[in-house]
């Protein structure tokens, strides 16, 4: 019988179900509004949690009432073997959604492998549908190959399938129906993203298109229809008449959702990060290291999340709270 810990209930009545694992802070693209340049240092690979570390904090976290658990990066699928953490990670009883953010580079070979692993859901990023724009932004010349991984993506029969769209007022805001009609026909949500800030990564409030005026941009073409979801739900949801494709819009700048927030976050060298908006919190992985016992890691997580507040604070004020570039948090 698997240990059964009390839920993870934070000062404001909060339960945190949702465990996000970063499971690398490196990558092969260089999204400027995720990476500080282009010559960033590395974690050096024997500081990343092992892949029996993350799944010894997994299961902990499943003890205390987590249900669903999301691999992220850096890009998770730069790391070798990572489809035996996905199936390590599908044998911990508990454990429903398991779900993988991705640029979808690889996900041409490895989109098959990773369902059968025990992979439930993806979110594949795609921030531009035109070549040129699509290597201003990541420095790479992958477009092709990102949507063969999207391809892959839905052919491989995923639970769900989410392109996440970032977009930045004079980047990419001109595409916001592009991605709508590309994807009409498909079992797939659109998901935008308004542009966050993290330690220098060029954010600046011009560069911000509200929710309201990207939603206003896609209803003077498409009528959108609310989708009930549940109170934890970061995207807003909506059906496209006449499409397949649904939208979501992610708020976090203007509307946040702080008030149904059920997610924690494990940074790739096992520090906690209560908040994507907060300073990093306790490293678990040197508690683990130097012999902490499952009952010493689990009252570190709960003090950790006793300090969470109760909503990020204002957008000017939000990179002075954060201590890291997305990249080495894991988004
Ligand atoms: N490499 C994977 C990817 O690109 O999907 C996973 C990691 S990435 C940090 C996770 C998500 O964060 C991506 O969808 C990315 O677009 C988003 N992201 C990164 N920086 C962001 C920012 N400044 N504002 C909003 N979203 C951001
Ligand atoms: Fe890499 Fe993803 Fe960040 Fe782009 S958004 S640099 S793909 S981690």
Redesign the pocket.
Known sequence: MPTVRPPLVDRFGRRHNYLRI?VTDR?N?R?A??MPHEDMEWTARSEILSYEEIERLARLFAEMGVDKVRL?????TTRKELVDLAAKLRRIEGVGPLLL????DAMGSMAGPLREAGITGV???L?TLDPGRFFDITHRNRLDRVLVGIEASLAAGFDSVKI?V?VMAGVNDDELCDFIDRFWDCPVEVRY??????LS?G?QEGKLLPYAEIRKRIEAKHRLTPIATDKSAVAKEFAVEGARVRVGF?T?MTDDFCGGCNRIRLTADGRLKVCLFAKTGPSLRDAMRAGATDDDLAETIRHALDGKWAGHPPMNQLIQTNDRP??S???
């Open positions: 970063s990558c693209f999204c509004y995720c992220t990066g850096g890009e998770p953010t991705t640029n979808g979110n594949l990023s921030d996440n970032v993203i308004e542009f966050m800030p993290f990564n954010w992610i976090s997305m990249i948090i894991g988004g």
